[in-house]
């Protein structure tokens, strides 16, 4: 399989409007040759370098149709979309999408397409539950990585208005 995005290259710096101290919107994201048998995607994205040296889950998107091809940029921050795609709980506690807000520097965000031989019921919105019940159903992954960095953004946040950043600490 092959993930792609129309706003930024594998290795590249992600858009601003993709941060979540401006617009906050998901990246679009496209891709191709899906193994036989594929019943369902997902998707999630994660901040290989967040806090206390485990991953900082951005997104998990997952039951979406077998003959999808693309999520659409700026998706609704619901648990389930219109046409039954599910979204889970992400590490701002959160439904959908949070964008990057690295506290400092620059930082990889991974995201990992998965086709699923099946839809999948999580035991719950977690990361945890979501990522487990994909790993017994994936049957093919892709992935496509994008940077973000902290300094690149303080000068659009005075643009805003903005004089610092947001901070955020997992607990648990």
């Not at 994936?138 to 300094?151: M, P």
């Amino acid at each position: 399989m092959i993930l792609t995005s129309q706003g930024f290259a594998d290795g590249s710096i992600m858009p601003f409007d993709c941060g979540y101290e401006s617009m906050n919107r998901s990246p679009a994201l496209s891709w191709a040759d899906a193994p036989i048998g594929t019943r369902s995607f997902a998707v999630v994205c994660q901040d290989r370098n967040g806090p206390d040296a485990r991953p900082w889950t951005h997104w998990l998107i997952w039951n979406i149709g077998p003959t999808e091809t693309r999520l659409s940029p700026g998706l609704p921050q619901y648990p389930r979309l219109e046409d039954g795609t599910e979204q889970g709980l992400n590490d701002y506690l959160e439904y959908g999408w949070s964008g990057p807000c690295p506290p400092i520097g620059v930082h990889e965000y991974v995201f990992t397409l998965y086709a699923l031989g099946e839809a999948i019921r999580p035991a719950g919105p977690t990361g945890r539950a979501v990522i487990a019940a994909l790993s017994a159903a994936a049957i093919g992954t892709a992935r496509l990585s994008g940077l973000y960095d902290s300094d690149g953004a303080k000068p659009a946040l005075a643009v805003l208005g903005m004089d610092a950043r947001a901070t955020f600490r997992r607990t648990a």
